[in-house]
């Protein structure tokens, strides 16, 4: 049986959470103070060039990270366009449940199995939506797969 464990699997939306909008604007927010900070000492004139290549260097730091989480909504979006054109829609089963508590709000995970070209394939996705809390043992899920990497999922709705 292949397994689907991954940050590929980790989500059942591809829309961004508040949480990953706030931490990406303030991400955004700090690189720009800092780069401005360094663009103004640096202008100046200030004598210590250490502090200046600094706040370059956590402006440019601080882009990079809050790139990484825009870019983790924008590649789910993106797997969703893929798999609407070339993945295949099948029907998963639910066969185990539970909550990761956490400081952002309880996460609610799932494990299920479905089929991918005669081959079983178990996967496990993580959610803060209420829609995951609503998801039972034994619940039938659609999702997308796509047939060259299974792993390669999204799930569509639940019933």
Same mark, same amino acid.
């Given at each position: 049986?292949?397994?689907?464990?991954?940050?590929?699997?980790?989500?059942?939306?591809?829309?961004?959470?508040?949480?990953?909008?706030?931490? *990406?604007?303030?991400?955004?927010?700090?690189?720009?103070?800092?780069?401005?900070?360094?663009?103004?000492?640096?202008?100046?004139?200030?004598?210590?060039?250490?502090?200046?290549?600094?706040?370059?260097?956590?402006?440019?730091?601080?882009?990079?990270?809050?790139?990484?989480?825009?870019?983790?909504?924008?590649?789910?979006?993106?797997?969703?366009?893929?798999?609407?054109?070339?993945?295949?829609?099948?029907?998963?089963?639910?066969?185990?449940?539970?909550?990761?508590?956490?400081?952002?709000?309880?996460? *609610?995970?799932?494990?299920?199995?479905?089929?991918?070209?005669?081959?079983?394939?178990?996967?496990?996705?993580?959610? *803060?939506?209420?829609?995951?809390?609503?998801?039972?043992?034994?619940?039938?899920?659609?999702?997308?797969?796509?047939?060259?990497?299974?792993?390669?999922?999204?799930?569509?709705?639940?019933?």
């Amino acid at each position: 049986m292949r397994r689907a464990f991954g940050w590929r699997v980790n989500r059942l939306s591809d829309r961004p959470t508040g949480l990953e909008i706030v931490g *990406s604007g303030c991400g955004y927010a700090i690189s720009l103070l800092f780069l401005a900070g360094g663009a103004y000492l640096l202008l100046g004139g200030i004598p210590s060039p250490a502090i200046v290549v600094g706040a370059f260097v956590g402006g440019i730091l601080f882009l990079g990270l809050s790139s990484l989480s825009t870019g983790h909504f924008l590649y789910r979006a993106w797997l969703r366009r893929r798999l609407a054109t070339t993945g295949l829609a099948t029907t998963a089963t639910v066969i185990d449940r539970w909550r990761l508590p956490s400081d952002g709000g309880a996460w *609610s995970c799932i494990r299920f199995r479905f089929n991918a070209a005669g081959d079983p394939v178990e996967a496990v996705a993580c959610d *803060s939506t209420e829609l995951v809390r609503r998801i039972a043992i034994g619940s039938i899920l659609r999702l997308r797969y796509d047939p060259d990497d299974p792993r390669l999922l999204l799930i569509d709705g639940v019933g």
